[in-house]
């Protein structure tokens, strides 16, 4: 393109106690080693009593639910933007190095409904909600928000969603070949 792609925006003043609890991927720009056939992709944030947050991602992909869980906490302390790291330890299982991403809040509505996620090279970008299902004026203004940061829209996919979720007990986990593990190094 020649010209340096601008500052991304990210939401200022986030509270993160009312960002806890259960999201759900409507969105994204998918890793190429997610699977395909990846649905209920969800992510789950719990508050730590030190400031931290517990971090739990699900997808089922074949029948099988896979996760990864890890920590997010914020990149400045000393700034309200909602710029925060998330830190999984691979594999998670035989917790030996920390692979660390970017997690930049660039739309939240006032209500903590919805949220638009991304990251500083644009590589990777989330469409969360808290129900299964998004209003389609929603989701397009959100792609209106996601193209003016810069970011190829072309590229999302939608994530299916079962109507009530599944639960976590409802299928066998995915102990081989953690998708998770593959997208964090780019292996």
């Avoid at 393109?1 to 960002?19: F, H, I, P, Q, S």
């Avoid at 517990?54 to 992909?61: A, I, R």
């Avoid at 997010?72 to 692979?99: E, H, M, N, Q, T």
Wanted: net charge negative; glycine share 8%.
């Amino acid at each position: 393109m020649g010209k340096t792609a601008k500052e991304m925006t990210v939401v200022k003043g986030v509270d993160l106690e009312r960002y806890m609890g259960r999201w759900y991927e409507i969105a994204s720009i998918p890793s190429r080693f997610q699977p395909r056939d990846g649905a209920n992709t969800r992510a789950t944030y719990t508050l730590r009593s030190d400031g931290t947050v517990h971090v739990l991602n699900e997808t089922w992909s074949g029948g099988r639910r896979g996760s990864i869980e890890g920590t997010a906490y914020r990149a400045d302390p000393a700034s309200d933007d909602a710029k925060l790291k998330v830190k999984f330890y691979v594999p998670p299982f035989f917790p030996i190095f920390p692979v660390v991403g970017d997690y930049w809040v660039l739309y939240l509505d006032d209500d903590y409904q919805y949220a638009l996620i991304g990251q500083p090279s644009r590589t990777y970008l989330w469409i969360l909600c808290r129900q299964t299902h998004m209003d389609e004026e929603v989701y397009n203004m959100l792609l209106e928000k996601a193209k003016e940061e810069g970011y190829d829209v072309q590229k999302l996919h939608k994530t299916p969603q079962a109507d009530p979720p599944p639960e976590e007990e409802s299928a066998p986990e995915d102990k081989k070949g953690i998708w998770w593990i593959k997208s964090l190094l780019g292996k």
